[in-house]
């Protein structure tokens, strides 16, 4: 290494300022360049050039360009190295200000000074600027190279302006200038930033057809533009094109194609990706196990999920917190709190903590297994583990209790603060009640007085309910009538709770309204619906309307709905009627043990016998 007392020309500091920036030894380069300035030698503008090359810092680039500036005359050279520092860390607003100087210093920069600032005008994401570069090499009668054409191509991609990059992509001819793989690459980046899976295979179609060589950032980036739109079974077929071929897929490759299963839902897909991962000795990563136990999460595969999370933690391969708030959701979906408070457990074991959505799902899981305790455990350990509980868990832990509403009202009073003005805590306050038998409570909740909240569909759901179960028939009338006044959509379930207050008063031409009420408001009854106006003109003994609700209900049909049939029937002595009933549920094949219904007919059929013999004596 060339020390300061032995180099005596321009032309050996350069060099040996050169060989230290290659060996990354920018320190001792800009000593040497201090000891330069002060042997006063000429030829300061390739040693600046050289430690402006070295340094790979921009602030320190520039430093060093106006330095030479104030004691020789700067040209494009040291520019160009000043403007590519800038550009290697993608700090584009100081290549700007450099560019402007150069203008300012009379130097004219050349196409290798414009791509830089192009180049880094990209990596910052300001794709116009990178774009009006373009603009500015015609007009200073510059032509622009396959680099320069690239360069904006990956800008207008970054800006998810694929239509733009093609246009370019296309318009390369016209320059006389060939495509090649760093043109595609960079129309492709456009695709996959705006998830064209369909054209991006038809870009690496044309790739191969060109006899181009594919390298493994092309063949990723098809695959990772297919993994964003979800198309799993494209992203399989490339990967395993890949896999035939040359180049050989990486740990990249196989991420991304797991992530396309898993977007998808296709959890045999990605352990199998996980497997061959494995045989093909790439390691497995964070990113390809957390995908694959989303997926078994999406796929509610429960034990592979949380095999794969127990394997990752002797691999020592933390999942991230997606995989487990993603694992958690789908316990609560699947109604298995178990596996969710598990997966906290798991957490802990590794020394991480579960996050706010983490332990909201959890919560959620509880609730929908009507797991109280466990959900306002967790609801305690969030303040503990100084999570700030938010509306969602907070209704999650309140809905859990609706097996034991004093609990469900002692922690609406207890997060009240937290709660300013939620409609969904009092509403599940006042489900807890009302499943309660407290309907007193219910309807306080429900009507939101306690905070002067105005009353949903969901408040008014909750309170018809309540008095329908106490068979306080005129106020769950009164209630309906008063959600209709204040112009809420009363659903299936409303209707189906005020049909059951009407079947409590015995009012049939009620609940027949009702059901014609929920087809105007373009509801769909369901089979509960149906069962439960049917029960009503049959308890009525209003036969005629029975048999004739039952030749229109269509879809809406059970062994329910033909044992009410046969019932009334037999009420009003229509054994004939009965018989087309059963032959009626026969033919429609409803899935369900129709043998009660036929010994109903068949018990109705012999009394219709006695009676007719009793009459011939």
Same mark, same amino acid.
Request: hydrophobic share 45%; aromatic share 8%; net charge neutral.
């Given at each position: 290494?060339c020390?300061?007392?032995?180099v ?6 350069? @060099?040996?300022i ?18 330069f +300035? ?7 503008v ?14 320190r ?17 040291t520019f160009s190295s ?13 290549v ?14 050349d ?6 600032v ?15 570069l ?7 009668? *510059? ?5 320069? !054409? ?7 991609? @970054? ?19 060939q ?7 960079a129309?492709?980046?456009a ?21 181009? @060589?594919?390298? *493994? ?10 993994e964003?739109?979800?198309?799993w ?6 990967l395993?094109?890949?896999t ?7 740990e990249?490759?196989f ?23 494995? +045989? ?14 989303s ?15 127990s ?5 020592? #391969? ?9 694992l ?13 408070v ?15 959505v983490?332990c909201?799902?959890?919560i959620t ?13 967790m ?19 309140i ?5 034991e ?27 807890a ?16 007085? *306690?905070?002067?909240l ?10 018809i ?12 009338m ?5 959600l209709?006044?204040?112009?809420? +959509?009363a ?7 005020a ?6 008063a015995?009012?049939w ?16 009854p369901?089979? #509960? ?5 049917l029960?009503?003109?049959a ?8 048999l ?6 269509g879809?809406?049909?059970?062994v329910?709905? !033909? ?7 037999e009420?009003?002595? +229509? ?28 018990s ?5 016998s ?8």
């Amino acid at each position: 290494m060339c020390s300061g007392s032995s180099v005596s020309d321009a032309k050996t500091y350069t @060099r040996s300022i050169q060989q230290l920036g290659k060996q990354l030894e920018w320190q001792k380069s800009l000593k040497l360049l201090r000891e330069f +300035r002060q042997s006063r030698c000429d030829g300061a503008v390739h040693a600046y050039s050289a430690g402006i090359t070295a340094t790979g810092d921009w602030l320190r680039a520039v430093e060093l360009l106006n330095d030479l500036q104030n004691i020789s005359q700067a040209n494009v050279v040291t520019f160009s190295s000043a403007i590519s520092a800038c550009e290697r860390i993608s700090a584009w607003q100081p290549v700007l200000l450099l560019l402007g100087q150069a203008e300012d210093a009379f130097v004219e920069a050349d196409v290798i000074v414009f791509n830089a600032v192009a180049s880094a005008c990209q990596k910052g994401s300001d794709w116009k600027r990178a774009a009006q570069l373009m603009d500015v090499l015609f007009r200073q009668a *510059l032509e622009p190279t396959i680099v320069s !054409h690239s360069t904006v191509i990956s800008a207008w991609g @970054r800006a998810s302006r694929w239509q733009v990059a093609l246009r370019l992509l296309r318009a390369l001819p016209l320059f006389d200038l060939q495509v090649n793989r760093v043109a595609y690459g960079a129309t492709l980046s456009a695709c996959e930033a705006s998830s064209n899976w369909q054209l991006a295979l038809e870009l690496f179609a044309e790739v191969r057809s060109k006899s181009l @060589r594919v390298n *493994l950032i092309i063949a990723n980036t098809v695959i990772s533009s297919c993994e964003k739109a979800a198309e799993w079974e494209a992203a399989l077929l490339l990967l395993s094109t890949l896999t035939l071929t040359q180049p050989q897929p990486d740990e990249i490759s196989f991420n991304s194609a797991i992530s396309a299963c898993e977007k998808a839902g296709q959890w045999h897909w990605a352990l199998e990706l996980l497997n061959q991962l494995d +045989r093909n000795r790439l390691q497995a990563s964070v990113v390809s196990c957390s995908a694959a136990a989303s997926a078994c999460a999406k796929g509610t595969a429960w034990l592979q999920a949380m095999f794969l999370i127990s394997s990752s933690q002797k691999s020592k #391969i933390q999942l991230d917190m997606i995989a487990y708030t993603a694992l958690a959701s789908a316990c609560a979906q699947g109604y298995s709190w178990q596996t969710a408070v598990c997966l906290v457990a798991d957490l802990r074991q590794s020394h991480a903590h579960a996050d706010l959505v983490t332990c909201n799902a959890v919560i959620t899981a509880c609730a929908e297994g009507r797991r109280w305790l466990t959900a306002t455990t967790m609801l305690r350990n969030c303040q503990t583990e100084q999570l700030r509980s938010d509306e969602v868990s907070i209704c999650a832990a309140i809905t859990a209790c609706q097996q034991e509403w004093p609990a469900a009202v002692h922690l609406l009073s207890l997060f009240r603060s937290s709660l300013p003005g939620s409609r969904v805590a009092f509403n599940a306050a006042g489900a807890a009640c009302e499943k309660g038998s407290s309907w007193q409570l219910a309807l306080l909740f429900a009507e939101g007085r *306690l905070q002067r909240l105005t009353p949903d569909a969901v408040s008014y759901n909750v309170a018809i309910s309540a008095c329908q179960k106490e068979e306080l028939w005129q106020w769950a009338m009164l209630l309906l009538h008063e959600l209709w006044d204040s112009r809420l +959509r009363a659903s299936v379930i409303t209707y189906s709770v005020a049909i059951g207050a009407a079947h409590t008063a015995g009012r049939w031409a009620w609940a027949l309204h009702f059901l014609q009420r929920l087809g105007r408001d373009g509801e769909a009854p369901n089979v #509960i619906t149906f069962n439960a106006v049917l029960s009503t003109c049959a308890g009525q003994h209003r036969w005629q309307r029975t048999l004739s609700l039952l030749s229109c209900c269509g879809p809406c049909e059970d062994v329910v709905t !033909h044992a009410t049939a046969v019932a009334a029937c037999e009420v009003g002595l +229509r054994y004939s009627d009965a018989a087309s009933v059963l032959s009626r549920l026969e033919s429609a094949g409803v899935a369900a043990n129709h043998r009660a219904v036929g010994q109903r007919v068949s018990s109705m059929m012999f009394r219709k016998s006695v009676a007719r013999i009793s009459e011939t004596k």
